[in-house]
């Protein structure tokens, strides 16, 4: 009885997410495996949520300064929140306390 049930429930998820993305399912590796419903919600996420870039994302927050009008609580969160990506992990307090003494490099003259 279980097994019908998720096979009801899976040719329902089928039925009711539309042509475009049954037809992007079907285009899936390993289509034919996906048969539960957890599986092929799994394979639509990975498909549909993009990667992150953490490179990018490091060189982003590496090259945010604080606004002229901004104010150090409002920067140290801007820069909380860019770090949120970046996957510093442990290190995450200590380079936002960096970036935050380094200020603008822009007007810092080069060695």
């Known amino acids: 009885?279980?097994?019908k049930d998720s096979?009801?429930?899976?040719a329902t998820l089928k039925v009711v997410m539309?042509?475009?993305?049954?037809e992007i399912l079907q285009r899936l590796p390993d289509s034919e495996n996906h048969t539960t419903v957890d599986e092929t919600l799994t394979a639509l996420e990975q498909y549909f949520i993009p990667k992150r870039n953490v490179t990018y994302e490091r060189f982003v927050f590496n090259n945010c300064h604080q606004?002229?009008?901004e104010t150090v609580v409002e920067y140290v969160t801007k820069l909380r929140?860019?770090?949120s990506t970046c996957e510093f992990g442990a290190l995450t307090d200590d380079l936002v306390r960096d970036r935050l003494r380094l200020g603008d490099s822009r007007s810092v003259p080069s060695c």
């Open 81 to 83: 929140s860019l770090s």
């Open 1 to 3: 009885m279980a097994q």
């Open 7 to 10: 096979n009801v429930s899976l």
């Open 18 to 22: 539309g042509k475009d993305c049954y």
């Open 67 to 69: 606004g002229p009008r």
